[in-house]
């Protein structure tokens, strides 16, 4: 089949720019080619599958103000992490760590980085400076911290951005639904996560259906 070589051929060069130095794929493709099989066993299927799921190198970079907002943050890095998603866990403090803030929001796409969730309180500007430092989506998570007043304060300093810089931003205090947003954002163009994430939904109705 020498049409669906040339072709595969073709999304190979798209998708594989590394590794066709060593003559051999190790994009983790969906069966039955999962693993470091090389490309030359293809077909059609194996040639959608690779231009459905594009991406198979994904890291969530998790970041708070400080170690105290941890509790917090700790749900989505839970959820990540049961959903096998590489996780980056830092503090960074707008505040009192600006040239680290600034290194951390330019250096984040060559680092390997898809999606970010910064979480922070009270005067709460790390999730919109970052978000105003790289080109990725950024998830900002409104903690009710000690300094905070009574949440409304980091709650509006994440929300209420500029026009041009957003920040998804969750529910006070809602490391949980972070988590599982940076997981839908890789999982539309990732098979694997996106079923994770179909289970999951599927495990909430269950509990309602049964309680
Ligand atoms: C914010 O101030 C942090 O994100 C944290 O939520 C809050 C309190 O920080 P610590 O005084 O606990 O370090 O910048």
Redesign the pocket.
């Known amino acids: 089949n020498g049409s669906a070589r040339s072709l595969f051929a073709s999304l190979w060069k798209e998708d594989h720019p590394a590794q066709q130095k060593n003559g051999a794929c190790q994009y983790r493709c969906p069966q039955p080619w999962r693993g470091q099989k090389p490309c030359t066993e293809f077909s059609s299927a194996h040639k959608d599958q690779i231009a459905m799921s594009t991406s198979t190198s994904f890291k969530v970079g998790v970041v ?6 941890l509790p917090i943050m700790q749900q989505a890095v839970d959820f990540l992490e049961r959903h096998s998603i590489p996780v980056e866990v830092k503090v960074v ?4 760590t600006p040239d680290w803030m600034m290194e951390y929001g330019k250096s984040a796409v060559e680092r390997g980085l898809t999606v970010i969730i910064a ?8 999730p919109g400076m970052l978000a105003s430092l790289t080109p990725l989506p950024v998830i900002g998570v409104p ?1 009710h ?4 007043i009574d949440g409304w304060d ?1 709650v509006l300093s994440i929300l209420q951005m500029p026009g041009g810089v957003p920040v998804a931003t969750v529910a006070l205090d809602g490391g949980l639904n972070a988590g599982i947003l940076a997981a839908q954002i890789i999982g539309a163009q990732n098979k694997e996560v996106r079923e994770g994430i179909e289970r999951y939904k599927k495990e909430l109705e269950e509990k309602v259906l049964k309680a």
């Open positions: 708070m103000g400080s170690k105290s907002d403090s707008a505040h009192r979480g922070a309180g009270g005067a709460a500007h790390l903690i911290s000690r300094n905070s980091s």
